[in-house]
């Protein structure tokens, strides 16, 4: 509650600060995937601030009061959406901003939120979309056209250049869909259980056979009846492995693998111990591609 006074102690006396002439505008990313996507975009003109960095979960994060200031200051915001960013609603608000939400660029394709069977009941944790939209590259390529035409609105005058990057983002991003689609093809059909939902897109885009996840919200205690429903499919040998976290706990990973011939792997959807910049999003594809195919091409 003081935390939440003295935000809003900040918003009240925040005034937003002026870029200088020519200057390129400030921009704010709320997560390391789409900052990375806007730096790609922006290289050679300006860097953009990211909001959120480090192993720190987007679903349980609260503004500081510093986090005000950057909002506050920066001419362009790029959000996923208020699925993904609830903390930011208010905050924008309050500080009479707008964001551009990604979620809803023109060609990202938005995949629902599963429910029912070993991905869970709770319809308040949710949506009715999954949010981890940057996860199919054919998004990431929408999401960077949408960035791209933000920045040549704000800041035209260094339009040439932000038109360039956003074609050798593009063919980028093209490639790597072609070369991640080629690595999981051998371990398409293999079931497997993540630790929260925010795989869709991605296992959509290249087919692979997720059955279920560990959580339903990862910021949340598993119940006993849920980890006995988990821990006998695992034992009923119907998952190859279970894909942990780096930002949760792995105790409960440890509990349902205990006693099974199930392996345990690590998958992380935000990057959360690479370098922020334009070289962030490929390496964290890529990551997960080289996490499933380890865990998942082992013969049981």
Not at 27 to 32: D, E, G, H, M, S
Not at 48 to 73: T, V, W
Not at 79 to 107: F, K, N
Request: glycine share 8%.
């Amino acid at each position: 509650m003081k935390l939440r006074r003295q935000f809003s102690a900040l918003v009240a006396i925040l005034v937003c600060a002026a870029a200088p002439a020519g200057a390129a505008p400030k921009v704010l990313a709320t997560l390391k995937p789409i900052h990375s996507l806007t730096a790609s975009v922006m290289q050679g003109v300006a860097e953009p601030e990211l909001l959120i960095g480090g192993a720190i979960s987007a679903h349980s994060y609260e503004l500081k009061p510093s986090d005000a200031r950057k909002i506050s200051e920066a001419a362009l915001v790029f959000e996923i959406g208020p699925d993904m960013e609830t903390y930011l609603t208010g905050a924008l608000s309050a500080l009479g901003r707008r964001a551009v939400v990604l979620e809803r660029a023109p060609g990202v394709r938005l995949q629902p939120a599963r429910r029912g069977g070993l991905w869970g009941e709770d319809e308040h944790e949710q949506g009715p979309a999954d949010p981890h939209i940057w996860l199919d590259p054919r998004n990431a390529i929408a999401m960077t056209h949408a960035i791209a035409a933000a920045l040549v609105r704000q800041d035209p005058a260094d339009a040439s250049a932000y038109r360039r990057n956003e074609a050798a983002t593009v063919t980028m991003l093209e490639g790597l869909d072609r070369e991640l689609a080629a690595e999981l093809a051998p371990v398409r059909e293999r079931p497997y259980l993540v630790f929260h939902d925010a795989y869709h897109y991605f296992e959509a885009r290249y087919g692979l056979h997720a059955v279920g996840a560990i959580t339903v919200s990862p910021d949340r205690p598993v119940g006993a009846r849920r980890v006995a429903e988990l821990r006998d499919a695992v034992s009923r040998g119907r998952v190859v492995c279970l894909f942990r976290e780096p930002q949760f706990p792995p105790k409960l990973i440890a509990t349902l693998d205990e006693g099974t011939r199930a392996r345990v792997g690590v998958l992380d959807p935000l990057g959360a111990d690479l370098q922020p910049g334009p070289a962030l999003y490929p390496r964290l594809m890529r990551n997960l591609a080289q996490s499933l195919t380890a865990c998942l091409g082992k013969n049981r």
